[in-house]
C-alpha cells in the first residue's frame, strides 16, 4: 500500500487546509486510516483515526472541535479539514493505514499502522 499525502502549505493562524491522503490500494475500504503530526525532536503525535467505512472517528483532544476526518472510498482518499490553526498545529502531517477494524484508544498509537505516507509540511505563522 503507498499512501501519498498533500495539501500542506503555509497558512495564518484562524486559517483553514484540508489535507489529502491518496492511497493506492484498491481495497481501499479494507483499511482504518489515521492521521499524525510530528515536530523536530519530538515523536510522532496522533491527530485522528477513521474507521473503514466512516463509522467511528477518532480526535486528539488538541484538535477537536477544530479538525474533521473523513473518507471517500470511491477515491480511495482520506482526508483532514483544519479549521481555525494555531501556530502550535505546525508539522510535518503523516497519514497511515492499518488493516482491519480498530476502535478505542488502540488507534492513538503509532506502532498500530502499518503503512505510513511520506508527509506533508503545514506550517501556522503571521
Known amino acids: 500500500v503507498q499512501l501519498q499525502a498533500s495539501g500542506g502549505g503555509l497558512v495564518q493562524p484562524g486559517g483553514s487546509l484540508r489535507l489529502s491522503c491518496a492511497s493506492s490500494?484498491?481495497?481501499?475500504?479494507?483499511?482504518?486510516m489515521g492521521w499524525f503530526r510530528q515536530v523536530s525532536g519530538k515523536e510522532r503525535e496522533f491527530i485522528s483515526h477513521?474507521?473503514?467505512?466512516?463509522?467511528?472517528?477518532y480526535y486528539a483532544d488538541s484538535v477537536k472541535e477544530r479538525f474533521t476526518i473523513s473518507r471517500d472510498n470511491a477515491k480511495n482518499t482520506a482526508y483532514l479539514q483544519m479549521n481555525n490553526l494555531k501556530p502550535e498545529d505546525t508539522a510535518v502531517y503523516f497519514c497511515?493505514?492499518?488493516?482491519?477494524?480498530?476502535?478505542?484508544?488502540?488507534?492513538?498509537?503509532?506502532?498500530?499502522?502499518?503503512?505510513w505516507g511520506q508527509g506533508t509540511q503545514v506550517t501556522v505563522s503571521s
Open positions: 497511515a493505514a492499518v488493516k482491519g477494524l480498530y476502535t478505542g484508544s488502540i488507534v492513538r498509537d503509532a506502532g498500530l499502522y502499518d503503512y
Open positions: 490500494e484498491g481495497t481501499f475500504t479494507a483499511y482504518s
Open positions: 477513521i474507521t473503514r467505512f466512516g463509522g467511528s472517528t
